[in-house]
């Protein structure tokens, strides 16, 4: 029994995806007021990663940079500052629903097959997640409508903070991946 209700559980989590990319997550926030936009130019180097910190350490909202000094593209900042935007994110309710996701993560990098005196049955529900993790293979995605390649690439194009004096100089610290 406790099997079947893991695996209606899982079901219910996959049919609940809301967010079919950032735009939309991002979107949502804004209209909760938990992003704001900075209109005005604001320096890559320290300015950003500043007015992120100011925001981050008095619980506010993420930021959403629109005219980084010598760029083109804006950047977004603290995007999963606050655990009420992680949960968001992630769809969960409470911090309970963040711990169970981090156990099963952590169960599902490391998975143990039952011992010879465990039951195989008693650990089914460990492996339940595994069940819809199937890949999908797709001819195209909204990223390849613009592709740089070659002696095009210019990394300096981007918006990459320096965050702190001392620092090397820019550099990307949390990079985001976006797998759908």
């Given at each position: 029994?406790?099997?079947?209700?893991?695996?209606?559980?899982?079901?219910?989590?996959?049919?609940?995806?809301?967010w079919t990319n950032l735009r939309e997550f991002t979107d949502t926030l804004h209209g909760q007021g938990d992003l704001k936009n900075v209109p005005h130019e604001v320096s890559p180097a320290f300015e950003v990663t500043c007015l992120c910190h100011q925001a981050l350490i008095n619980d506010g909202p993420a930021l959403?940079?629109?005219n980084p000094a010598g760029h083109s593209m804006p950047v977004v900042g603290n995007l999963f500052g606050?655990?009420?935007?992680?949960?968001?994110?992630?769809?969960?309710?409470?911090?309970d629903g963040l711990r169970?996701?981090?156990?099963?993560?952590?169960?599902?990098?490391?998975?143990?097959l039952p011992g010879q005196g465990d039951s195989l049955l008693e650990a089914m529900p460990d492996f339940a997640p595994l069940m819809y993790v199937n890949p999908v293979e797709k001819a195209t995605a909204p990223w390849q409508e613009c592709v740089t390649e070659g002696k095009d690439i210019d990394l300096s194009a981007l918006p990459?903070?320096?965050?702190?004096?001392?620092?090397?100089?820019?550099?990307i610290t949390w990079g985001m991946v976006i797998t759908r």
């Open positions: 029994m406790k099997f079947d209700k893991l695996i209606e559980h899982h079901r219910r989590q996959v049919a609940r995806r809301a959403l940079f629109e606050s655990q009420r935007r992680i949960l968001a994110a992630l769809e969960l309710d409470d911090a169970d996701m981090g156990q099963r993560l952590a169960f599902l990098s490391h998975p143990q990459v903070s320096t965050c702190w004096p001392g620092d090397a100089g820019p550099l």
